[in-house]
């Protein structure tokens, strides 16, 4: 169905903004050709301004064809944006004129075709809210007033859900009564707002009614209106009435008016928030091919989406006429347009995307007011709540209009982009699944929004907010076997019940929580308890809160037993992210970017001896690390034929060799520790990762006693291995009960066989498919390498990227790209199959495979069969896909060298691709 909808300038400046870029070709360019883009839009204003000159200012236009609208239901619509010459200063100046305009605008849409005609800004206000047109057009209209109410409503309630306003607490001021926007919103906030104003700019009979109407109070002075309420909804229809310095502090603001309520172009202050309301955001199966949709975004006023939805609908009537608007027909346009797709929920302010700054500024300034931060109210307990008459996203009163949709995660990213988050949890929910339905956004706002913009489009960045054994339960319910586990500090799988039995008894026991200084029971039973297990000669223990500060607590010691500075480690190593870990970590990279590049620390060759007998002769070094397995390598081992002569050498020059086993060890690799059996003694062994049972941050140092005694052996030394919250009760309780299951249980034995049984499976795919290339690591701390990604594809890639700048401004992008193999196996896994796995950020050519211990052969023949499955299909795409680009180069569009889909054999199994 067609559609007209009717807008005006804003002002004179924005009169011929849409002449600039008529044809869409600088619109084309921009996101991909900045240089391009602006010799484009240059040639743009030169000709916008020419007709400009040549055109009459005294004419109704057609500025934009909107195409492409098809709802998330499949359903298709086409519409026309008509422009009359009149700015909204000069329609509320001349508002005969600009109703003949708007009747002419109006003939002209019903000639084309259209069945509807929406009436945008002023052109719905003048006439009596489309009355008037109503009885004289040869078309309906529609003031699209109904949406911009449902639309505007949705807005406040996403906001006040953001900052944790509850409105059935909050004084709420509608001001500009008795428009038929203020008035709906009014009738509608009074079954919700804890208190109501209604503020008119002059007083009325009908504002008296509206008034007693909803039992509201009754102002006309705005200023007043504004020092009694923080909630302000404002819809008049003249505009730049609310100075920003007349509002409380945590006020929000809904500015719902054309032109806007709130002056300014700007917030001002850091403890209000000024939103535009009543937009949305069209279905994102709709294509944004016109220059207004373009333009903003995809975002468009309410009162347009009522109108592409009318025409979705195929409804050619009068749906919002005059200032009485039906609160059911709100409700209604609000169920309709969201079944098509329209979204509201994401925040402007005046023009833009309010961004994650404003609100943080916001937060902390209400904070700081109120001398604390308050919990939401859901998360606090039964004794801290408070009684109140809240309604939790109630919109009408015999329909909700707000539910619990999805939410902007990462204002820098288009709504379209983000993972839906899951629907509002329910009353019986624990507090971690509560907490996840905005984590994501949360994390994007506070912590890392690359994670979100990384996984944003294809989903991949999960909120996971429940774990059992092997198993992981995403925000929306889905389950996953756990083939990441932590990055293998998971050996356990996730809340193992003889941990969390021992954390239960142990806080039952009111144990003490840290007690440096005195002697914690559980640290000393721990101590004895590793020191057991560990290899030959380790006989002291001591206790860190991470890996990377257990690692700094090696090197602490062996240049304090040492009396040397100097520190040895083999490139391409990993031993944690803190600076001191770094300096002894493979990747010059990062080092000089923190300019930790020391004097004292030097890498070495793997495998070289002769390198570092060099280094070790010189007698400047105190330890020499090393990985039994090195992580950043593609989990390359250390030979045991390097690991003895080291060990024989360091001995003979003084130097110690500290041994990480933070993620080898503990049954990780088949055995309790890797070095186990290699005649390999270490003088320091590193231990962290799976120690705290996935529960507790826990790490240790299990070193020789003559190495303590020379570093901490005296009173002027020993405070300096001290660590305030290593060694705490909890962490001890979770490491004892982690040790009892893995020794019970022989999971290294377990982890032997898994391991062997993937590593196999694997390999027979190598064999099968083209795709995978190699299996590296040792019992369950596996990578899978895969062939980079085909060249015809790779260089099509880049031909089709139009500023050919990404390999000058994304670091290692060839690698990267190179990586999409393993990229398409892991999402395969994630969404096809359920399964969880990870590419190394090392290695983007490298799956990691670290399931815990406890995984069992069943899960292990699942995750080989879905793998290679992903293999397969993966397989048979970039086959296909190759071979059209090379033939259509050659003109060879026809024949037999089309790959025909992959059939399975009797057995299940696909044959290999020729």
Known sequence: ????????????????????????????????????????????????????????????????????????????????????????????????????????????????????????????????????????????????????????????????????????EETVAVVGVPSGIASAAARILTH?????????????????????????????????????????????????????????????????????????????????????????????????????????????????????????????????????????????????????????????????????????????????????????????SPSAQTTTNSIPNAGLPCEPIISGESMVMAEFIEPDTLPNTSPAPSPEAGQTEQLGHRAAKLHARYVDPLLIAMGAKSNTTKTFVRGEGNYVWDSEGEQYLDFVAGNGSLNLGHNHPAVVTSLQQTLADAAPGYTSGAVNPLAAALAERLVTLAPRGLEMAQFANSGSEAVEAALKLAILATGRAGLLHLEDSCHGKSLGALMVSGTPDTRRRLGIEASNCRSLIPEDLDDLKRRLSTRRYAALIVEPIRLAADLQAVSAEYLQAASRLCREHGTLLIVDESQTGLGRTGKMFAVDGLDVEPDVLVLSKSLGGGLVPMGAVLCQRQSWTAAYGTVHTSPLADSTLAGGSLACAAALATLDVIESQTLTAQAAQRGHELVQGMQEICH????????????????????????????????????????????????????????????ALLDGHRIYTQVSKTSPRLLRIHPPLTITREEVSRFLATLDESCREYEFATQMAGESIAKAGLGEHQGSSTPKPVKTEQNGQAPAMA
């Open 1 to 168: 169905m067609k559609f007209a909808f009717l807008v005006h300038p804003i002002t004179e400046e924005t009169r011929t903004l849409s002449d600039f870029d008529p044809t869409g070709e600088a619109r084309r360019s921009w996101g991909h050709d900045l240089r391009d883009y602006c010799v484009k839009m240059h040639r743009g204003v030169v000709d916008a301004e020419r007709r400009a000159e040549s055109r009459s200012s005294d004419e109704v236009r057609v500025i934009d064809e909107l195409t492409g609208l098809v709802s998330e239901q499949g359903v298709e619509a086409r519409g026309r944006l008509y422009e009359i010459p009149m700015d909204a200063f000069e329609i509320l100046k001349d508002t005969a004129k600009a109703m003949e305009y708007i009747e002419t605008a109006v003939d002209q849409a019903a000639c084309w075709g259209a069945r509807i005609a929406g009436l945008g800004s002023l052109t719905g206000i003048v006439g009596g809210q489309g009355v008037y047109l109503s009885e004289h057009a040869h078309i309906p209209v529609t003031t699209g007033d109904s949406l911009e109410v449902f639309g505007a409503l949705r807005n406040l309630d996403h906001i006040c859900e953001e900052v944790e306003i509850d409105l059935a």
């Open 192 to 380: 919700r707002a804890g208190r109501l104003i209604v503020v008119s700019q002059r007083p009325s009979s009908r504002v008296r009614k509206l008034a007693e109407e909803v039992g509201a109070e009754l102002s006309y002075d705005i200023a007043d209106a504004l020092s009694q309420a923080r909630v302000v909804f404002a819809a008049t229809s003249t505009g730049d009435c609310i100075d920003q310095k007349m509002l409380l502090p945590g006020s929000v603001v809904i500015d719902v008016a054309v032109p806007t309520d709130v002056r300014g172009d700007q917030m001002e202050r850091d403890d209000t928030l000024i939103l535009s309301g009543g937009l949305t955001r069209v279905p994102r199966t709709m294509a944004l091919d016109s220059n207004f949709l373009w333009f903003h975004h995809g975002m468009v006023p309410s009162c347009l989406a009522e109108t592409m939805t009318l025409a979705l609908e195929d409804r050619a009537e009068c749906f919002s006429l005059g200032r009485n608007l039906d609160e059911n027909a709100i409700q209604e346009i609000g169920r309709l347009a969201v079944e098509h797709g329209f979204d509201f929920n994401r925040m402007f302010s005046f023009g833009l995307p309010l961004e994650d700054a404003a609100l943080v500024r916001y937060r902390k300034a209400v904070a700081r007011g109120r001398g604390m931060i308050q919990r939401p109210k859901h998360l606090l």
């Open 768 to 827: 099968r498919r083209k795709l995978p290339l190699a299996v590296h690591g040792q019992g369950l701390l596996l990578g899978l390498e895969f062939n980079p990604l085909c060249p015809t594809i790779a260089a099509h890639w880049r031909e089709l990227e139009a500023t050919k700048l990404s390999p000058y401004l994304i670091p290692n992008v060839d690698a990267i790209l190179s990586g999409v193999n393993a990229l398409y196996a892991m999402q």
